[in-house]
């Protein structure tokens, strides 16, 4: 068994399964070469949300009073 290179730069292609879980790719390898293919279902990203709120409301935390607690605990 041949080694992988200690760090290989990935590739990545967003594409849609075709009939009977048929997909189509073309790489930039010679004809011939031997290459891994790691297949991963793209899903939704469920933290996006979450983050997006949480980023949106950052004003809570710049509170003066609030800082000056903190720091005299």
Same mark, same amino acid.
Do not use: Y
């Given at each position: 068994m041949s080694e992988i290179a200690s760090n290989p730069t990935p590739l990545r292609y967003e594409v849609e399964v075709q009939a009977q879980g048929?997909?189509? =790719?073309?790489?930039? @390898?010679a004809t011939g070469r031997k290459v891994i293919v790691l297949v991963l279902p793209d899903e939704? &990203?469920?933290l996006? &949300? =979450?983050v997006a709120a949480a980023s949106s409301s =950052?004003? @809570?935390w710049d509170n003066e009073i609030d800082d000056a607690e903190w720091n005299n605990a």
């Open positions: 048929h997909i189509e =790719l073309q790489v930039p @390898f939704p &990203d469920s996006a &949300d =979450l =950052l004003g @809570f």
